[in-house]
């Protein structure tokens, strides 16, 4: 059974930036894509980021140009560096493979944007 466990979230000023990371109990050579998703209040929750194993990228529209995601298969980790952080981007973040598998999920991070 694998288990995600995102960390790094918190409170931060619109225009601010956050370092989030993701670990794992499993040897993400093997998982091959990741991806970080997020759930904002009253929203479904939706991919953001995601990389496969060449560390090929790609980006919803919402976070294209601001977030970057990448992976350190030695250490199990995958990051997600988010810059210019807008209120919007208020959400928890969880990170899980993609496709996702729905007995992957952690309990995720909370993110949030205000002054």
């Known amino acids: 059974q694998v288990q995600f466990v995102e960390s790094g979230g918190g409170l931060v000023q619109p225009g601010g930036s956050l370092r989030l990371s993701c670990t794992t109990s499993?040897?993400?050579?093997?998982?091959?894509?990741l991806g970080w998703y997020r759930q904002a209040p009253g929203k479904k929750r939706g991919w953001i980021a995601r990389?496969?194993?060449?560390?090929?990228?790609s980006y919803s529209d919402s976070v294209k140009g601001r977030f970057t995601i990448s992976r350190d298969d030695a250490k199990n980790t995958l990051y997600l560096q988010m810059n210019n952080l807008e209120p919007e981007d208020t959400a928890v973040y969880y990170c899980n493979e993609i496709p996702s598998n729905d007995g992957f999920w952690g309990q995720g991070t909370q993110v949030t944007v205000s002054s």
């Open positions: 499993a040897n993400i050579d093997t998982i091959g894509a």
């Open positions: 990389i496969n194993a060449a560390e090929m990228t």
